[in-house]
Nanobody, 124 residues
């Protein structure tokens, strides 16, 4: 099993940047596919980004591609989401999620470990 804790959320102006971190604890962190999802007020939770075991493979939602970058440091048990050129529509609670010993997926139902979420608010 793995436990996840997100941090780094806050308030930023449109066009600004924020970096979110996900600290993981548990055995065999390097065998977990790690993903970021977000949920805006009144909206369904949606996929943001996913990164494979080694960090060499990553995929992004079309709405964030070119603006967000996901990375991982297995030695530090940390996953990072760097968010640039933020827009008001990026405002949401951002969640870190893990899927054990599997391939990459954009579907939240396949992730069995979740962090508590961190709030990102982008002002216009």
């Amino acid at each position: 099993q793995v436990q996840l804790v997100e941090s780094g959320g806050g308030l930023v102006q449109a066009g600004g940047s924020l970096t979110l971190s996900c600290a993981a604890s548990g055995r065999t962190f390097n065998t977990y596919v790690m993903a970021w999802f977000r949920q805006a007020p009144g909206k369904e939770r949606e996929f943001v980004a996913v990164i494979g075991w080694t960090g060499d493979t990553a995929n992004y939602a079309g709405s964030v591609k070119g603006r967000f970058t996901v990375s991982r440091d297995n030695a530090k048990n940390t996953v990072t989401l760097r968010m640039n050129s933020l827009k008001p529509e990026d405002t949401a609670v951002y969640y870190c999620a893990a899927r054990y010993n599997s391939g990459l997926s954009i579907l939240e139902k396949f992730y069995n470990y979740w962090g508590q979420g961190t709030q990102v608010t982008v002002s216009s």
